[in-house]
């Protein structure tokens, strides 16, 4: 079985700050995709991101840096002097890996609720 | 390029009506997904068509949901009849899936569903 699990359910900050969403996972797939996905108030799902499990390099796009680490089975995000436009409640997915047959189906973690206060 | 369009946005009826959902897949996408999103149960995955085919339909709650995929570019889930707790915010999402790995899931806006 697939889980995912964002331990904080909400956090708030003051623009400029930086934020980090944690998020760790439990699968027995030795290959497996790791996701973000963004919902903003407006209510639309908006995808970030999605990590092979062989590729543990971190990556980094704009204000956003994502950090996984296969031994701590986590794949933390992290927003870099946020701003009022990153207030959204932020989903960490799993699945599994290429070519496995269970690659489409995504276990969503609860979200972690994020607002950036001017 | 136009992302995955789901209609109508907002859907408010009675309980017992017929509700129909639309969803048109992004253009190049063969997969398609209908999701669920409620404060109790998250995000699930209700169905999944690959080719217009129902792959995986495990999610589906029970005989009073049903959903199709007539071509490439339409799907419809319904719900007959609808009952209170069918109230979320469903989702469409669509990818690529070919020989090699699938791309990853877009999603629509969702459609807010309240039945009263």
């Known amino acids: 079985a697939q889980k995912v699990t964002q331990a904080q359910t909400e956090i708030s900050v003051v623009e400029k700050e930086d934020v980090t969403l944690d998020c760790v996972y439990e699968?027995?797939?030795?290959?497996?995709?790791l996701f973000w996905y963004k919902q903003p108030p407006s209510g639309e799902l908006v995808f970030l991101i999605r990590?092979?499990?062989?590729?543990?390099q971190n990556e980094i796009s704009g204000r956003y840096s994502w950090n996984f680490q296969k031994s701590t089975s986590s794949f933390n995000f992290t927003i870099t002097a946020s701003q009022v436009v990153d207030s959204a409640v932020y989903f960490c997915?799993?699945?599994?890996?290429?070519?496995?047959?269970?690659?489409?189906?995504?276990?969503f973690g609860a979200g972690t609720t994020v607002t950036v206060r001017a | 390029d136009a992302g995955v369009i789901q209609s109508p946005r907002h859907e408010v009826t009675e309980m017992g009506q017929e509700v129909t959902l639309r969803c048109k897949p992004i253009?190049?996408?063969?997969?398609l997904f209908w999701y669920r999103q409620t404060m109790m149960r998250g995000l699930e995955l209700l169905i999944y068509?690959?080719?217009?085919?129902?792959?995986?339909d495990s999610g589906m709650p029970e005989d009073r949901f049903s959903a199709k995929m007539p071509n490439a570019s339409f799907s419809t889930l319904k719900i007959q009849p609808s009952e209170p707790r069918d109230s979320a915010v469903y989702f469409c999402?669509?990818?690529?899936?070919?020989?090699?790995?699938?791309?990853?899931?877009?999603f629509g806006d969702g459609t807010r569903l309240s039945i009263l």
């Open positions: 999402a669509s990818s690529r899936r070919g020989t090699g790995p699938s791309g990853p899931q877009h």
């Open positions: 699968t027995r797939d030795t290959t497996y995709y």
């Open positions: 990590r092979n499990s062989f590729d543990e």
């Open positions: 997915a799993l699945s599994g890996g290429p070519l496995r047959s269970n690659d489409y189906k995504l276990s």
């Open positions: 253009s190049g996408h063969n997969s």
């Open positions: 068509f690959n080719n217009n085919v129902p792959i995986d």
